[in-house]
């Protein structure tokens, strides 16, 4: 289980296979707390969905689609 992004907790995870899709005006998990998430999963390949929320995934289907299907294809 990884801590909340604020309990300052060293942790880091490394598993291959990640990839981090991210919503800029996402206000349940803002993204200034990328910058968190990347010292945490730092070999992740992070993605960034401009002018979107937490719910990109309904959003944003179509684009979801064309960055999540290659990856989960890999």
């Known amino acids: 289980c990884i801590p909340p992004m604020n309990s300052?907790?060293?942790?880091?995870?490394?598993?291959?296979?990640k990839k981090c899709v991210w919503g800029d005006i996402d206000k349940t998990m803002p993204f200034y707390q990328?910058?968190?998430m990347r010292e945490v999963v730092p070999h992740a390949?992070?993605?960034?969905?401009?002018?979107?929320?937490?719910n990109f995934v309904y959003d944003e289907g179509d684009r979801?689609?064309?960055?999540?299907?290659?990856?989960?294809?890999?």
């Open 8 to 17: 300052g907790h060293d942790i880091v995870v490394d598993i291959d296979g």
């Open 34 to 36: 990328q910058a968190r």
């Open 45 to 54: 390949e992070y993605v960034m969905f401009t002018g979107s929320g937490h």
């Open 64 to 74: 979801t689609l064309e960055v999540v299907l290659p990856f989960l294809k890999k």
